[in-house]
């Protein structure tokens, strides 16, 4: 019976092939790992880019005092004559659309946050590229979260159908020790539409809970397509004003923010 011979050369060549046969499985491995990588970036491209651009709030100094949740919004309205001069066109911060900022009032928000919205990744107008944030506060008697969190429940959407964007909120406990009335005039669903990028940036370092001071101005809006049709959104002008108030859009403030403090940090 023949003895199965080895020697330095069967040993070598049987190495060469392990060693080629593994090379061609880690290629394989890479290849299929670059693929996946490469499909990842393109169906996510907008929302990486989105992160990407601002991922990252510079505060701009520290607040003198720290956000008071139970004032009361300060608005200052402006006489048309003002509102014309203060008319500038906005460049959105996610494409290219240009859009008339007429502001109608200076406004300052201190609130506590119940809800918050930046999930506009499918633009489908004008509004959608400049309000690129939504946030829903409270202030005065349920400027406390552990007041706001024993009565109500509150989330931000935009609406798959119609795209409208709404805060819902709902009570835990019914009849409150809070009147209903009172409730409604103390909470806001704002649309707001960052200056700058920074601001965005800081805006997005947002969580639910936190105190917040909005500074900036209410805001009318129209843009003008292609055709030549005009489009007109109207910001409220009023903590008490209901979906059929005269200025049209409902009861939530639009707000062009040129100022956001959060906690005892201040962006601009």
């Known amino acids: 019976m023949n003895e199965p011979i080895f020697n330095d050369s069967t040993t070598a060549e049987i190495e060469a092939r392990l060693l080629r046969d593994v090379l061609i499985h880690e290629n394989k491995i890479v290849n299929i790992s670059l693929t996946v990588i490469i499909i990842l970036i393109f169906l996510f491209r907008g929302w990486i880019g989105y992160w990407l651009k601002f991922g990252i709030a510079i505060p701009t100094k520290l607040a003198a005092r720290p956000v008071i949740t139970k004032e009361e ?43 918050y919205n930046h999930d506009f990744f499918f633009v ?106 005009k489009s007109y959104y109207r910001t409220s002008m009023g903590r008490n004003d209901t979906e059929n108030d005269d200025r049209g859009n409902g009861t939530s403030e639009t707000i062009y923010v040129t100022k956001v403090q959060i906690g005892n940090l201040i962006y601009q």
């Open 124 to 229: 489908n107008d004008f509004f959608d590229s400049a309000a690129l944030y939504d946030i829903g506060t409270s202030w005065g008697d349920i400027g406390e979260k552990k007041v706001y969190n024993k009565y109500f429940k509150s989330y931000s959407e935009k609406t798959a159908i119609t795209g409208t964007r709404i805060l819902w909120t709902n009570y835990k406990t019914y009849p409150t020790p809070i009147s209903i009335d009172y409730a409604k005039a103390h909470w806001s669903h704002s649309h707001l539409v960052p200056a700058n990028r920074n601001i965005m940036a800081a805006l997005l370092k947002i969580k639910k809970w936190d105190k917040v001071k909005i500074e900036g101005d209410l805001i009318d809006m129209e843009y003008q397509y292609k055709n030549g049709y």
């Open 73 to 115: 919004p300060i608005q200052t309205d402006y006489t048309e004559t003002e509102s014309l001069q203060k008319t500038f066109t906005y460049t959105s911060l996610i494409n290219k659309h240009r859009i008339k900022i007429i502001p109608v009032a200076h406004y300052e928000l201190s609130g506590l946050t119940v809800a």
